[in-house]
């Protein structure tokens, strides 16, 4: 018995002694900051936008295999900057996408500004419309 509870003890010690071994490796980021002045863009008049979004049992079917989100139109899958506003939701990113649709040739989305409007019926139909309002800028050649 003695050597039953000895082997145990043993047993407990070889395992709280054993360790896992962890590699990290990681590259430090370039520092690729550019910085801007104002007089560096061409501005746009105030200019709006509206998108809006239909949900059945909380999925909006439209779009269910659409990806239409501010994305440049001509440029493909790259983004353009938006600066000042944390983008909440995807019809936010919808309303900003046909901003540039409708605006195209712009560098920069500044301060957009959003108006959510939401209806629900039952919680099983939803509509949500939002209007966006931006000012957009070229960078000057």
């Not at 054993?18 to 801007?36: A, D, G, R, W, Y």
């Not at 108006?115 to 957009?136: C, D, Q, S």
Request: charged share 20%; proline share 4%; aromatic share 10%.
């Amino acid at each position: 018995m003695k050597v039953l509870r000895l082997l145990a003890l043993v047993a407990v010690v070889a395992v709280a002694f054993t360790s896992c071994e962890l590699q990290s490796h990681s590259m430090k980021q370039p520092n690729n900051i550019v910085k801007f002045v104002k007089d560096d863009f061409k501005y746009s008049p105030q200019v709006t936008g509206e998108a809006t979004s239909t949900q059945i049992l909380m999925i909006d079917w439209a779009r269910l295999f659409s990806k239409k989100m501010g994305e440049a139109p001509e440029a493909g899958v790259v983004e353009i900057p938006v600066i000042g506003n944390l983008i909440a939701n995807k019809v936010n990113n919808y309303a900003l996408f046909n901003i540039m649709q409708d605006n195209p040739g712009y560098d920069v989305v500044f301060y957009p500004s959003f108006e959510t409007k939401t209806k629900n019926y039952l919680y099983l139909y939803k509509v949500t419309t939002v209007k966006v309002t931006a000012r957009l800028a070229k960078i000057k050649d």
